[in-house]
């Protein structure tokens, strides 16, 4: 069995501790089940699949990305399985075990001011591509990003749940997930609703992003999305730990929005099957705040 072969077909666990109306379900996605840890070993192994289908790139080529923690990792462990090299740019404040995890994959790893954001981690990988040869995947604006999803994650959600989802939670940072989940679901049922999570102004969460104009993700269309609700710092934070310690899942900090952003829905619904991404492990926050 190949490695690759292990991406995707995710469980889904039902929240029942946290949640309160008995006539709508909660499932989490357990994407940390894949072996990067991440949802975001999907898109990276996608990702650099066409890329070598088309000839665009060759074993032995070097990549570059900019990321803000699962993205690298996985793109470091698929570079790995197929015999590239990767250079990838992230913030300053990302945590050491994400930095460590892509090092020990065979990654180059350069870290940029916290202060400038993934924002400038995107130009410097940009700029390097221009002038230095790299070929940049540029999970930003590559359609290879959401279609991974539009394979995958969102045949296995309408699948798991017997047909029966009426809602889809997902966090909102490239936006390849909730992309290509909206598109397979959409196709299926057009009345399924596709409910984003962003962060309030301030409020710095993992995984979330509120882009600038300018840096907003080619690949997000607006229409795609039925409904944003934003979450606060401090909300995705509570819920994460109470995750853990209720539900027993640990996981990072953008699951805890995603989820909280899915009991908010609960309480207004009748009734509802709804499905929230959790995004990856929470053991690679251990060195933060997150849990302490």
């Known amino acids: 069995m190949k490695l690759v072969s292990l991406i995707g077909n995710t469980p889904l666990v039902e929240i029942q501790r946290i949640h309160q109306n008995p006539n709508v379900r909660i499932f989490c996605k357990l994407e940390g089940q894949n ?41 470091a462990m698929v570079a790995s399985i197929l015999g590239l090299k990767m250079t990838l740019i992230m913030p300053d404040n990302s945590t050491r075990e994400r930095v460590l995890s892509m ?6 790893v350069i870290l940029t001011p916290a202060e400038r954001t993934i924002e400038y981690s995107r130009e410097l ?51 390849g997930t909730i992309m290509g989940v909206s598109k397979y679901l959409k196709e299926k049922n057009p009345e399924i609703q ?52 209720e539900e027993g899942v640990l996981a990072g900090m953008s699951s805890g929005g995603a989820l909280y952003a899915g009991l908010r829905l609960a309480e207004e619904l ?21 849990f302490g």
């Open 125 to 175: 990988a940009e700029k390097m591509a221009a002038e230095e040869g790299y070929f940049i995947l540029n999970q930003f604006s590559n359609p290879d990003n959401y279609m991974a999803h539009y394979h995958s994650t969102g045949p296995e959600i309408w699948k798991d749940t017997n047909e029966k989802v009426t809602h889809f939670v997902s966090a909102m940072g490239t936006t």
């Open 103 to 108: 090092e020990a994959y065979g990654a180059e």
């Open 35 to 75: 072996p990067g840890g991440s949802v975001k070993d999907r898109a990276a192994y996608n990702m650099i699949k066409c890329a070598l289908e088309r000839g665009e790139i060759e074993p032995g080529d070097r990549l570059v990305e900019a990321t803000s923690g699962n993205t690298g990792i996985a793109l």
């Open 270 to 290: 009748k009734h509802g099957l709804i499905v929230c991404i959790t995004c990856d492990r929470g053991d690679r926050y251990l060195s933060s705040d997150l």
């Open 194 to 245: 596709i409910v984003g999570t962003q962060p309030t102004d301030g409020s710095q969460i993992p995984g979330i992003r509120r882009w600038s104009p300018e840096f907003l993700p080619k690949i997000f269309d607006p229409s795609r999305v039925d409904r944003i609700i934003d979450v606060s710092q401090q909300d995705a934070t509570l819920m994460t730990r109470r995750m853990a310690k």
